[in-house]
């Protein structure tokens, strides 16, 4: 966890990453910065996820999203989904944050991005108070 957040704020935002895993098989779950600096960090013994890689590649990822929909007139970006062979990662705005959320297991990803986008809002009320 960062020191940029009260105690308090960092035991919420704990407590819904923990809620988070309980409804989505997420290998990894980060809160960056839309600079990509890390806030917050979870992830299973099984993950070889880097936090710091993750918090920087979501800060590349939101610009090119935020790029593509207003290019293709989207309108409101909700959330990035990056899909491999070896698994995938969500993206979803959490107010002036975001929600990074990667997993191996390709199954998953379907209720992983509904999850996602309800926990993301969560935390960018929980950080914008």
Excluded: C
Excluded at 39 to 51: G, R
Excluded at 63 to 75: I, V
């Amino acid at each position: 966890m960062s020191s940029h957040i009260d105690p308090q704020k960092e035991k919420e935002l704990v407590e819904l990453l923990m809620g988070l895993t309980n409804y989505a098989d997420l290998d990894a779950i980060a809160v960056v910065s839309k600079q990509g600096v890390k806030l917050a960090y979870f992830a299973t013994e099984e993950s070889d996820a880097d936090p710091d890689l993750m918090a920087a590649v979501s800060a590349a990822l939101l610009m090119t999203g935020e790029m593509a929909a207003d290019k293709l007139y989207l309108d409101e970006l909700y959330e990035v989904v990056i899909r491999g062979k070896g698994g995938f990662v969500v993206l979803s705005h959490a107010g002036d944050f975001l929600l990074m959320g990667a997993a191996k297991d390709l199954t998953s990803m379907g209720l992983a991005v509904t999850q996602m986008r309800k926990y993301a809002r969560e935390v960018g009320i929980l950080l914008s108070n």
